[in-house]
């Protein structure tokens, strides 16, 4: 079987443009092409199909029968690929329901979800949320759609995602605000090192941390390792204890317990709490909009979302 002609969408108006003019000067008006340029089109077309197509008479470029035959096909296929190149995906988030899928940590629980779920619930009465935890094998599940978006410092999401920083993190040190031996102001890196901690140690901020006090050969002594951030109001608040935090957590696990925020002697890197996408739905309207609702939240510096598509 011998391969059929492929034409593209610039014949096929011009066929319509043809039929429907029956003058080559009016269609290469019409395409904003000059007369001679349509009359190459026209000759090469001519000889992909194996037919004069248009024949010149009395009344203008009359079709043949091989047009008389093509031309509702023809516009159905210029109509289809009108449909396509103006159609964008659309979502209304005041009356259109959706379940939005996000990664975040158990810090996020407690600093953005709140916040994010409330904004949400006050603009899109139709859309849920599930928070996922960060894990492993998120990013293909962000890549085929089964997760929507990722919060957090996740430097492992790379490769074939956009990303977006939301804001600056330090790191704060965390203690009973009637503790025996610490006041703010005063509290050292002999301090740090005397006294016994309170622990998180899953999640990258945990990592991070850690490594540092490897690197610089901080001694730090845990009494407790928690693998969440959930109850450590409640046991600082009772223990003298201290913990070493990044600063949104910190500063809000603070004002919950009821318990001092001290600047941490140890120099550990800052990092961005980022939101995270995958290229395939970077055009995608509703998770466009929920991108804008985070940023909207969160964005404390003027930043744009930056594609990292190397492995893409």
Same mark, same amino acid.
């Given at each position: 079987m011998s391969d059929l002609p492929l034409l593209d969408g610039r014949q096929l108006q011009l066929m319509d443009l043809l039929y429907s003019t029956g003058s080559v000067t009016r269609t290469a008006e019409a395409l904003g092409q000059t007369q001679p340029t349509v009359s190459?089109?026209?000759?090469?077309?001519?000889?992909?199909?194996?037919?004069?197509?248009?024949?010149?008479?009395?009344?203008?470029?009359?079709?043949t029968p091989r047009v008389e035959s093509m031309i509702e096909?023809?516009?159905d296929v210029l109509r289809g690929l009108r449909s396509i190149a103006e159609s964008q995906s659309v979502f209304d988030p005041a009356t259109m329901p959706r379940s939005f899928r996000i990664f975040m940590t158990d810090a996020s629980h407690i600093t953005l979800l709140p916040r994010l779920f409330s904004q949400v619930r006050?603009?899109?009465?139709?859309?849920?949320?599930?928070?996922?935890?960060i894990h492993a094998g998120m990013g293909a599940e962000l890549e085929s759609g089964a997760a929507d978006l990722a919060l957090g410092f996740i430097p492992t999401l790379d490769a074939g995602f956009y990303q977006?920083?939301?804001?600056?993190?330090? /790191?704060?040190?965390?203690?009973?605000? !009637?503790?025996?031996?610490?006041?703010?102001? %005063?509290?050292?890196? @002999?301090?740090y090192s005397r006294e016994a901690h309170a622990g998180i140690v899953y999640?990258?901020?945990a990592q991070l941390l850690d490594a540092t006090i490897r690197r610089l050969g901080v001694e730090r002594r845990l009494a407790l390792s928690l693998p969440g951030f959930l109850g450590l109001p409640a046991i600082l608040s009772t223990t003298d204890l201290i913990a070493t935090l990044?600063?949104?957590?910190?500063?809000?696990?603070?004002?919950?317990?009821?318990?001092?925020?001290?600047?941490?002697?140890?120099?550990?890197?800052?990092?961005?709490?980022?939101?995270?996408?995958?290229?395939?739905?970077?055009?995608?309207?509703?998770?466009? /909009?929920?991108?804008?609702?985070?940023? !909207?939240?969160?964005?404390?510096?003027?930043? %744009?979302?930056?594609? @990292?598509?190397?492995?893409a």
């Open positions: 190459i089109w026209l000759a090469r077309l001519r000889t992909q199909l194996g037919d004069p197509l248009f024949v010149r008479t009395p009344q203008g470029m009359r079709p096909t023809v516009r006050a603009l899109a009465p139709g859309v849920s949320l599930e928070a996922a935890p977006q920083a939301l804001y600056d993190q330090d /790191w704060v040190c965390l203690a009973h605000p !009637g503790h025996p031996r610490i006041r703010p102001g %005063t509290f050292g890196l @002999d301090d999640g990258t901020g990044p600063r949104h957590i910190g500063e809000t696990l603070a004002a919950i317990g009821g318990l001092q925020v001290l600047d941490c002697p140890v120099p550990i890197p800052g990092f961005q709490v980022r939101q995270h996408w995958h290229a395939r739905f970077h055009r995608d309207a509703g998770n466009r /909009w929920l991108r804008g609702v985070c940023a !909207g939240l969160f964005l404390r510096a003027a930043d %744009t979302a930056q594609p @990292d598509l190397s492995g």
